[in-house]
């Protein structure tokens, strides 16, 4: 009992020195007199056509939060395989949808495992902007978007999801497939087969300096139902602070929640890493964590700093992202770990 009362005393008391002490400022990465802005990246191929949305916000002098917003919408509107109503569903054969948002303020908002709503990203800003929550889950997230005006899409599979689906529910093994948001693997191989994860996330920084980040994704494939990844987890899938850079990810969400990835990242870079250093230091943690096992799965991080640098690093070769400081988006491959 008293050592008890000791620890909650000193837990006060050290609560009350982080109430009053500045936040670190001596860390903060200095203030370039030479800040690139606008800009805007995001993750896989699809982050071309999403940058381009995002574009038409940032290039005419727009909010980042809308730009992020509108951006990932090109991406949910596709429904082509990946993010959205496209794409793959659980293992029961309901797709539910992931996504979060997160503004220069620290305001953010996230729905988990929405159902039979075109656009997850435009119910998780309302959670931010009209609730005193962050995060709302399921029915109650389906019912939250209705009230707001969202209107109820049919539940059906798109072709191609069918397909993958009927193709996987002959084994039924949960097996997620490294590098599938990637559209030449797709395509391609190594990998072909069903797809089973797929996100888009982005982060911008405006005009203005201002910055903002969304995240949003069908998650695994198959999963089990009701399973959320790290995608509308504020500070695994995504995080944003205005004094140091924003941070996203992609890939195997637990493994990304396991470290709290993209506030990890953030922190690297409050210590002084630039954004590709901690996105490398972040995905050298979870390869020690995993062991033998990282060559199973992939992850990958993109960071953008407050003055407007990039970087992003993945556990594996096959990750790609697009970078916008024009209205033409540049693919680039990442770095990667496990050569
Ligand atoms: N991170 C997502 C999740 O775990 C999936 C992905 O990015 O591929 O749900």
């Not at 729905?111 to 990203?121: D, S």
């Not at 953030?266 to 890493?273: A, S, Y």
């Not at 990282?294 to 096959?318: E, H, P």
Request: aromatic share 6%.
């Amino acid at each position: 009992m008293a050592s008890r009362r000791k620890f909650l005393q000193s837990s006060a008391a050290g609560l009350a020195g982080l109430a009053t002490a500045p936040l670190a400022a001596a860390a903060l990465p200095p203030a370039s007199p030479s800040v690139v802005k606008p800009i805007v990246i995001s993750t896989w191929d699809a982050g071309v056509n999403a940058n381009k949305g995002a574009w038409k916000v940032l290039g005419s002098g727009g909010y980042a939060l809308d730009a992020v917003e509108t951006g990932v919408m090109v991406t949910e509107a596709e429904q082509g395989c990946c993010v959205g109503l496209g794409g793959n569903p659980d293992r029961d054969g309901y797709v539910t949808l992931d996504a979060c948002i997160m503004d220069e303020k620290f305001n953010c908002g996230g729905v988990a495992g929405l159902e039979r709503i075109k656009h997850p990203i435009s119910v998780a800003r309302r959670v931010m902007e009209r609730t005193p929550h962050v995060l709302i889950v399921g029915e109650g997230a389906q019912q939250f978007a209705v009230a707001q005006g969202f209107s109820l899409e049919p539940q059906h599979l798109s072709p191609d999801a069918k397909k993958a689906y009927e193709q996987w529910l002959k084994t039924s093994q949960y097996k997620p497939v490294v590098n599938i948001e990637n559209s030449k693997s797709r395509s391609t191989g190594p990998v072909g087969g069903p797809q089973n994860h797929d996100t888009i996330a982005m982060l911008a920084l405006d005009a203005q300096g201002r910055l903002s980040g969304s995240c949003t994704t069908s998650g695994m494939a198959f999963k089990m139902r009701g399973r959320v990844g790290d995608s509308p987890l504020i500070g695994s899938g995504l995080f944003v602070d205005p004094a140091v850079g924003a941070a996203a990810a992609t890939g195997q969400g637990e493994d990304v929640v396991r470290i709290a990835g993209a506030h990890t990242v953030v922190e690297l870079m409050r210590q002084g890493r630039t954004p590709q250093q901690a996105c490398k230091e972040a995905i050298e943690r979870i390869a020690a964590i995993k062991g033998a096992k990282a060559k199973d799965i992939q992850v990958a991080f993109i960071a953008l700093d407050k003055n407007g640098r990039t970087g992003s690093y993945a556990l594996q070769t096959g990750f790609n992202y697009a970078v916008s400081t024009t209205d033409t988006p540049r693919l680039l491959d990442s770095e990667f770990l496990l050569k």
